[in-house]
């Protein structure tokens, strides 16, 4: 059964404090590994897909990497419009597992705060 | 209107009420899927459909009835639903159900009494 695991669950940061959110992950072969950000009652919003070990995707102060067992989404110098839910999700690879579905499995997330 | 929309946004109905929610997206996309947020959980996948056909029932209770009358419309037909039931429901699209990104649309706010 595919895991995602997301830590920590909260973090609060001050405006400027650079930090990392980490998403552990367990798949029978990773087709794609998913971040996205969710702002409070709203839809998640996609951010970055990751497809191997060693690739690593920007957007502005985001920075999302990848290795066989993790990915770390890094914040650098945060602002307050950086604070939102951030959910990571698994897609197996079903070359690999030979059964199963393309569905996605999201971990719960980790709600960062960012005070100015 | 782009990307998905969904409509009602909030949703309050009794335990004997019948209600639909509905999904539209405007990506030419061919794979709609149903998800339910419930606070503390993970997204929990409900239905999943590819080209108009089902493709995925993640053992969702009867109560819930989805429908797909064409690719860039999905409905969830709701009736006799419990106070559980109360969660955020999303809807999300992507090229095809082996694509890899799937986008949301805003979610309905669904409280039940």
């Known amino acids: 059964e595919d895991q995602v695991t997301q830590s920590p669950e909260a973090l609060r940061l001050q405006e400027g404090e650079s930090s990392s959110l980490n998403c552990s992950y367990t798949v029978s072969g990773l087709r794609g590994l998913f971040w996205y950000r969710q702002d409070p009652g709203k839809g998640p919003e996609f951010l970055f897909t990751l497809y191997s070990a060693g690739e690593e995707k920007e957007k502005e102060r985001l920075k999302a990497t990848l290795t066989k067992k993790e990915s770390f989404l890094h914040i650098t110098a945060p602002k307050p419009e950086d604070s939102a839910t951030y959910l990571c999700?698994?897609?197996?690879?079903?070359?690999?597992?030979?059964?199963?579905?393309?569905?996605?499995?999201f971990g719960k997330g980790t709600k960062l705060s960012v005070i100015p | 209107e782009t990307g998905v929309t969904q409509t009602p946004r909030h949703l309050v109905m009794g335990m004997t009420n019948k209600k639909s929610l509905k999904c539209e997206q405007h990506l030419g996309h061919n794979a709609m899927y149903w998800y339910k947020q419930s606070a503390k959980k993970p997204l929990e996948l409900m239905f999943v459909?590819?080209?108009?056909?089902?493709?995925e029932n993640n053992s969702v209770p009867s109560r819930f009835s989805p429908e797909c009358p064409n690719s860039s419309h999905l409905f969830l037909h709701l009736h006799t639903l419990q106070p559980e039931d109360s969660a955020l429901y999303l809807c999300?699209?992507?090229?095809?159900?082996?694509?890899?990104?799937?986008?949301f649309g805003p979610g309905t706010r669904l409280l039940v009494l």
């Open positions: 459909y590819n080209f108009k056909e089902q493709t």
């Open positions: 999300a699209s992507s090229q095809d159900r082996a694509r890899r990104t799937q986008y």
């Open positions: 999700a698994v897609q197996r690879d079903l070359r690999h597992s030979g059964a199963g579905s393309y569905q996605l499995t």
